[in-house]
Nanobody, 114 residues
């Protein structure tokens, strides 16, 4: 079973917004640190945002102030609200716990382009 199902990506113009969702098939979801990762071709996945069980969040400097991570423990879902998007935000976005499981979802493609 795929542990994570991401959705919400798409093509958006610079300065636009998107909201990504990830449903996790994890027992005890509320106890996990959840994170969003971005991957561009030829590069490893890079963590862009993290949220702890208490709701404490941290961000990569490249997205701080523009992205907001949140979670709904009743729905086993983590969100990434992305605003003021830039071309360099383009990539496939995945969610996982932190540190990561070996299994990943299919990701959701975000393309920022005019």
């Amino acid at each position: 079973q795929v542990p994570f199902v991401e959705s919400g990506g798409g093509l958006v113009q610079p300065e636009g917004s998107l909201r990504l969702s990830c449903v996790a098939s994890l027992s005890g979801f509320n106890t996990y640190v959840m994170a969003w990762y971005r991957q561009v071709p030829g590069n490893p996945r890079r963590k862009v945002a993290l949220i702890g069980p208490s709701g404490y969040a941290t961000y990569d400097e490249s997205v701080r102030g523009r992205f907001t991570i949140s979670r709904d423990d009743h729905q086993n879902t983590v969100y990434l609200q992305m605003s003021s998007l830039k071309s360099e935000d383009t990539g496939v976005y995945y969610c996982n716990i932190d540190p990561t499981l070996r299994s990943w979802g299919q990701g959701t493609q975000v393309t920022v382009s005019s």
